[in-house]
């Protein structure tokens, strides 16, 4: 049978000769971030990647192929076209199938990285349980992915628009290692702590890649994630009044399912001024940094 996925040349290179990789999601900037700086963050991710001395590999679905390494063109058509679909693990076959465009979640993206043998993908915050979940069952399908695709994931913690307790159960009964960066706090993504505690805390990229060798000789099928908190964090008594707003205007739109996240995320970088947008941009470009850095630690262990 032949692999549904197609490698850039540079991935295709690094990965037999264990150089490191690092995956990258595809819907953070098609559906997370507002363009046109969407274009410009993309490309800078991939710059940090590289600045760290590993390969990026930004995956989404071009035509009906899994791409790990999207081209530059690959990635402004994914960026600047409208209607791109946000592709769940669910999704990937029948986007395939229909030979259709579309961009990956941490869920998808993480699945196609293991695929192909990449052993870290750096994103901005993963999805996790929404705050009304008792009702709506909306709980991202990123955790039941995670706990059994074994990548190491480096995120600022899950986003604060989310019920972070309730995600923090759920990625334990999961049983999806946490690791606190320089922490021992779970951070809330716009916000360094979302006020709970971590049990394990690493300060140095050859610890995470020592945990990543001992998860692979127990064979154990979950994800790691690390947990990256951001520098600056946005003011949090501007951040509780613009999450109350978005929240209502969710409410008052009847918006729902995949359209969530995009909704709340694009409320924050109205309502904050581009604040939010600058938290969000940094994020990112850490947990690129790191995910590059632990990518070494990997390989040169
Ligand atoms: N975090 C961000 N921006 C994003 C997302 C997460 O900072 O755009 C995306 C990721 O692709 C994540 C998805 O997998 O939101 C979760 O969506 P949902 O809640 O519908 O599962
Ligand atoms: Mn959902």
Redesign the pocket.
């Known amino acids: 049978m032949t692999s549904p996925l197609r490698l850039s040349d540079e991935v295709a290179t690094a990965l037999p000769a264990a150089r490191p990789v690092v995956a990258l999601?595809?819907?953070?900037?098609?559906?997370?971030?507002p363009r046109p700086v969407n274009l410009e963050v993309a490309a800078e991710i991939e710059r940090i990647v590289r600045e760290e001395g590993a390969v990026p590999a930004t995956i989404g679905v071009v035509a009906g192929e899994g791409v790990i390494g999207l081209s530059r063109d690959e990635i402004e058509r994914l960026s600047t076209q409208s209607d791109i679909p946000?592709l769940?693990v669910r999704d990937l076959a029948p986007a395939l199938a229909l030979r259709r465009d579309g961009?990956?979640?941490?869920?998808?993206?993480s699945v196609l990285a293991h695929h192909a043998g990449i052993a870290v993908f750096a994103?901005?915050?993963?999805?996790?349980v929404?705050r009304d979940a008792v009702d709506t069952f909306?709980?991202?399908?990123?955790l039941t992915t995670l706990a059994r695709t074994p990548i190491t994931i480096v995120?600022?913690g899950v986003?604060s628009i989310?019920d972070v307790a309730a995600t923090l159960e759920r990625l334990e009964s999961l049983s999806i290692t946490i690791l606190g960066w320089q922490t021992g706090r779970f951070p809330g993504?716009y916000l360094r702590d979302a006020g709970f505690p971590l049990d394990w805390t690493v300060e140095e990229e050859t610890q995470v890649a020592a945990v990543m060798a001992a998860r692979s000789r127990l064979d154990l099928p979950g994800a790691i994630l690390v947990a990256n908190p951001v520098e600056e964090e946005l003011d949090q008594a501007q951040h509780d009044r613009v999450l109350a707003e978005a929240l209502a205007a969710a409410q008052r739109e009847d918006v729902r399912?995949?359209?969530?996240?995009?909704f709340l995320?694009d409320q924050f970088h109205r309502a904050t001024d581009g604040a939010s947008l600058r938290v969000?941009t940094e994020?990112?470009y850490r947990n690129a940094r790191l995910g590059a850095r632990i990518a070494r630690a990997w390989s040169e262990r």
Do not use: C, M, R
């Open positions: 999601e595809s819907t953070l900037f098609v559906h997370g971030l946000k769940g961009a990956t979640t941490v869920a998808s993206t994103t901005g915050g993963l999805g996790g929404h909306d709980e991202s399908a990123d995120s600022a986003k989310l993504f399912g995949k359209a969530i996240t995009p995320l969000n994020i990112i």
